[in-house]
């Protein structure tokens, strides 16, 4: 064990401490520990924070890390842990870095060779997820969609054919118009869960195909509020469909030669049914 300025941190060291996304009983003793003893918390809304450490009569000082400022405090906070300081980096709620500050920090912590100690706890994508009862066994995280509707439906669209379960974030002003635009690309069919207020009292983790969730939340307007993680089922082929790939390669090919030639070729490379490319080319393909 190194040197340690508490006997429940190390000196010199920045620590990551996940905070609850709602239930305050959520977070972990480790964590309070952790909080108290450090020289230094490093937060993304102090006053959010002070809120919090007040709860737990912890009294340790706080300094604003944010989106904002990061890149430019991050060389200040470095040579504080180089000199022995200890620093706890939290954000307003779950665990800094999932789509909240700290990336740069612990870039440059890493580079700097500056011990970093990543603490286990809540995070909003992994609760949702446990829940939703989709398959959890590969999964993507994509963070907040785009606020606008063309980069939302290209986003879909390059995410059509993902076969994992897709994970965004988004507000409550923003879902129905984001829902739109994810219903105009993957269909009405394609399964989604929302899951809004998690650990909160009106938690809600509800799944439906993509037409009717729609429809369930512009029932009660209830429904959209509050922070919402939105899960995505993964694209599932049906059995005479092309694989993507194999599209593309004839698209490619296609535009050098004749569909014909191109549809054999596309057929040796990927291992389909010439016949199904051919008709698929002259259906889509000018």
């Known amino acids: 064990m190194s040197e340690t300025n508490s006997s429940m941190v190390d000196v010199a060291t920045l620590y990551i401490v996940p905070t609850p996304i709602g239930n305050l009983a959520d977070i972990t003793q480790r964590a309070l520990d952790v909080l108290a003893n450090v020289d230094l918390i490093a937060a993304e809304d102090t006053r959010h924070t002070s809120r919090l450490l007040s709860h737990f009569s912890i009294s340790t000082r706080t300094f604003a890390l944010h989106d904002h400022n990061e890149q430019q405090k991050a060389d200040f906070l470095i040579e504080k842990l180089q000199s022995g300081t200890s620093i706890a980096l939290v954000s307003d709620a779950g665990t800094p870095l999932i789509s909240d500050p700290g990336y740069h920090l612990v870039n440059r912590c890493r580079q700097a060779g500056v011990k970093v100690v990543p603490l286990p706890g ?146 040796e490379i990927h291992g389909v049914k010439k016949n199904a490319l051919y008709k698929w080319g002259l259906e889509n393909l000018e």
């Open 122 to 267: 809540p995070c909003a994508v992994i609760t949702a997820l446990s829940g939703a009862g989709l398959p959890s066994d590969r999964f993507s995280f994509e963070g907040f969609l785009p606020p606008k509707s063309k980069g939302r439906r290209d986003c879909f669209q390059a995410l059509a054919n993902d076969e994992r379960t897709l994970i965004f974030y988004e507000s409550p002003h923003r879902i129905n118009d984001s829902l739109s635009d994810m219903l105009a690309v993957l269909g009405a069919e394609r399964q989604v869960v929302l899951a809004r207020e998690l650990t909160k009292t009106y938690e809600t983790i509800h799944g439906a195909p993509l037409g009717e969730l729609i429809e369930w939340l512009a029932e009660d307007s209830n429904r959209v509020r509050g922070e919402m993680v939105v899960l995505v089922a993964g694209h599932r082929a049906q059995k005479d469909e092309l694989p993507a790939d194999a599209l593309r390669t004839l698209g490619l090919l296609a535009k050098e030669l004749p569909l014909k030639k191109a549809a054999a070729l596309t057929a």
